[in-house]
């Protein structure tokens, strides 16, 4: 089985040459799935690995728009509808400069396997472009949005394929995004995205999801192993979507984020993060967290960014991939952390967990930790489906109830095989069984 599962590796990495981050994602899978596939050899003979990494339809496209100098500028869009074998493809948009379609294809590999975790009828996809809000005034952002929206409408709808946010795609951006899908079909089809505004289709808790879930999944974990989350120091890194709700859960259950980051600067805060000035300065103002700190007595920018530096109990990478490295992870083990859960996605390199797991440091992986925002954008869809709107408290229990069953089936899934607490084992394991399962169902697709 191990030659098997390198001869496919090296197909792989042939077949999609330069897609450096598309190769970790699925070394990583391919590393869980042996004995899998050895128990169950029906799926392997149906070849669902090989097919589960061929994504079924990658979409790339100019997107031209005009700046507020009346310059004609030109970026490249990208959706990459991965796997429809559970549900409509499924997954959000990124709009950053260092998108490429491996970043894509990276993220729509794992959307598949995450979307299949949570148990909802939800297929993975993945896009964005190479475009960068920062710095670029509303009116921009708008006429971008609707440029990438005039290609990206003939691929998309609620029953097809339903993008949402990601780095550099919060409400705004959704909101343009939305209005120009609208106009161009003439349809308010609200289920065609996700992370809509409450008044215009959204639902209560998709904002706060992804980080609340991240929280949600690390405080099971660290319960599964008699250990409360109560009273713990935590560091997340980011200060964006993610990062800001997974402090707010955090500070909710009784722990203390005393640092985060964004993409020039990490903050330690030892009274705990401020999350309203945080919020203000990040949010509302898109400002650098240098703002904060001037604003935040006691608080103090942390030399060359090393926000894995700082001694805590359990550190939330929520930032963005390959964000905590090797170096990163003995300094943390160094300092006594117990647990380390990804908010976002691949952001601990492989010898970095590999390093935190043979320490024995609790490691939750993003496809199983961070799902509570695909899940609540599922509740979303089926809001817009029924013409209905939840209450805050109600979707905030389905999220908990979610979060508990996706911890509660990675942790059987890993005693099953062998490894009991490989969180990383046992959402490879499950993602892929049910994929691969409804493929074969489905016949040769
Ligand atoms: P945001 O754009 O809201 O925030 C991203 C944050 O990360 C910002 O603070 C940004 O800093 C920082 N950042 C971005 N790129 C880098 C970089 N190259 N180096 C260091 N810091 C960086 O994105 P989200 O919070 O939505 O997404 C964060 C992560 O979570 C991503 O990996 C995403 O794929 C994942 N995720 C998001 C979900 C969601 O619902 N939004 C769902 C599941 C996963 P700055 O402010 O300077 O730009």
Redesign the pocket.
């Known amino acids: 089985m191990a030659d098997r599962i390198a001869e496919l590796l090296a197909e792989l990495q042939r077949r999609n040459p330069g897609e450096e981050e598309f190769h970790q994602s699925v070394t990583e899978v391919l590393a869980s799935i042996g004995p899998v596939l050895s128990r169950h050899p029906e799926l392997d003979r149906h070849r669902t690995i090989e097919r589960i990494c061929e994504p079924e339809r990658q979409i790339i496209f100019r997107v031209p728009w005009t700046d507020d100098h009346g310059e004609i500028r030109i970026n490249r869009g990208f959706r990459v509808e991965f796997n429809s074998a559970l549900g409509p493809f499924k997954g959000?948009l990124?709009f950053?400069p260092?998108v490429t379609l491996g970043t894509v294809k990276f993220?729509g590999f794992e959307q598949t396997f995450k979307n299949a975790l949570t148990g909802m009828p939800l297929g993975g996809a993945k896009g964005g472009a190479d475009f960068d809000p920062?710095g670029r005034s509303d009116g921009e952002v708008m006429r971008f949005c609707q440029s990438f929206m005039t290609e990206l409408y003939r691929h998309i709808g609620e029953y097809t394929d339903v993008p949402?946010?990601?780095?550099?795609?919060?409400q705004r951006e959704i909101g343009y995004l939305f209005g120009q899908y609208k106009r161009i079909t003439n349809r308010y089809e609200a289920g065609t995205i996700t992370?809509k505004g409450i008044e215009w289709g959204g639902a209560h808790v998709r904002t706060e999801?992804?980080g609340y879930g991240t929280v949600i999944f690390a405080r099971e974990m660290l319960n599964a192993r008699g250990q409360d989350i109560e009273g713990m120091s935590c560091s997340v890194?980011?200060?964006?979507?993610?990062?800001i709700f997974a402090i707010e859960k955090a500070h909710q259950l009784g722990a203390k984020v005393i640092a985060c980051?964004?993409?020039?600067t990490a903050v330690h805060d030892p009274a705990g993060i401020d999350l309203d000035l945080l919020k203000q300065v990040?949010l509302v103002e898109r400002a650098?967290?240098t703002e904060y700190v001037d604003r935040r007595a006691g608080s103090e920018v942390i030399p060359d960014g090393g926000i894995w530096s700082v001694p805590v109990d359990m550190a939330m990478p929520?930032?963005?991939?390959n964000?905590l490295h090797e170096a990163d992870a003995k300094v943390l083990v160094a300092n006594g952390v117990k647990a380390v859960v990804e908010?976002?996605?691949?952001?601990t390199t492989p010898d970095a967990t590999a390093l935190l797991t043979d320490s024995g440091v609790a490691f939750g992986p993003?496809k199983a930790a961070?799902?509570g925002?695909?899940a609540t954008s599922a509740l979303e869809m089926q809001q817009d489906a029924s013409r209905d709107s939840w209450s805050f408290g109600y979707t905030e229990q389905r999220l908990t109830e979610i979060m508990k069953s996706i911890h509660r089936t990675c942790f059987d899934a890993a005693a099953e095989y062998g490894d009991p607490g490989n969180y990383v084992l046992g959402a490879n394991v499950v993602g892929f069984l049910r994929v691969s399962r409804a493929m074969v169902a489905l016949g040769v697709i």
Request: proline share 2%.
């Open positions: 959000g990124r950053h260092s993220l920062k949402a946010g990601d780095i550099g795609v919060g992370g999801a992804t890194s980011g200060s964006g979507n993610v990062a980051s964004d993409s020039t990040k650098r967290l929520c930032a963005t991939q964000e908010g976002a996605n691949m952001p993003a961070n799902a925002g695909v």
